[in-house]
């Protein structure tokens, strides 16, 4: 099979990067630690709380939640995910963390039939995969979902340190599986970042991806709008997720980090 190429839908894609690629990731489990403990600390989470987690991935986040006690949701639109993470709950023992396939766009649909959410998280810049007007319906469903005063929280990508980034274009990872190539091209006329992926492995065969990633990248200003919009308020920004906590700014700007208050 040497040098043949292969098209895979997202769903192949989401577990070969959310899963077989993360766990490679040096240092990964303790930043997902640094990251929960900063969620749980400014969202002031408590024992017996209700979560959930859009974008849940790999479910190492929503996994971390629920052993503190907290009862978790992740939802995510990728079957081979969810079933990974419901496969992991299960081994755990972790009745108060289950998973569920579904589409942002349809939040509230995919939740039916929960009870109203004490926060909402979308973590690892899960947000801002479509239109101005879509991503505005995903925030509208967050807010239909969170009880009154719930919080949501959006680990967002700081939109200057992000353009820089994008500057290079190519990018190229050896990995013990394979080598991962990712192409990108940040338009400054919208603010949309286009990516698109491919991954040889070590049999010398190329997995293509039948689409692209599109993310829209918000200023905070933006973001402000479109979460007031929404029924939401914004209460406070952070750029970066280390204790004690750093509003975002000038001098601290390595992430976006929003939180919002249904009131």
Request: proline share 4%.
């Amino acid at each position: 099979m040497g040098g043949s190429e292969v098209v895979h839908d997202w769903d192949w894609w989401a577990y070969q990067f959310r899963v077989v690629h993360r766990e490679g990731i040096s240092g990964i489990e303790v930043r997902d630690d640094h990251l929960i403990a900063f969620v749980v600390n400014v969202l002031d989470l408590r024992r017996g709380g209700r979560v959930l987690d859009v974008g849940c991935g790999s479910g190492e986040h929503a996994l971390r939640l629920a052993r503190r006690g907290l009862e978790v949701v992740g939802l995510d639109v990728a079957p081979t995910l969810v079933r990974h993470c419901s496969a992991k709950a299960e081994a755990e023992g972790l009745r108060i963390a289950t998973f569920v396939e579904g589409d942002m766009r349809e939040l509230a649909r995919a939740v039916a039939g929960e009870a109203a959410f004490d926060a909402v998280v979308m973590l690892s810049a899960s947000f801002g995969f479509f239109d101005d007007e879509t991503n505005l319906q995903v925030l509208e469903a967050i807010s239909l979902v969170l009880r009154p005063g719930g919080r949501v929280l959006l680990q967002l990508m700081d939109p200057l340190t992000f353009a820089e980034r994008q500057r290079q274009g190519v990018f190229h990872e050896e990995r013990p599986e394979g080598t991962y190539w990712t192409e990108t091209r940040f338009d400054p006329a919208t603010f949309v970042s286009h990516s698109t992926f491919r991954f040889t492995d070590v049999n010398g065969v190329t997995h293509l991806w039948d689409d692209h990633e599109r993310v829209r990248v918000y200023t905070l200003p933006e973001l402000r709008r479109a979460v007031g919009d929404a029924g939401l308020k914004v209460t406070a920004a952070y750029g970066d997720v280390a204790l004690p906590s750093r509003p975002y700014g000038p001098n601290c700007s390595r992430h976006m980090i929003v939180v919002g208050e249904r009131p």
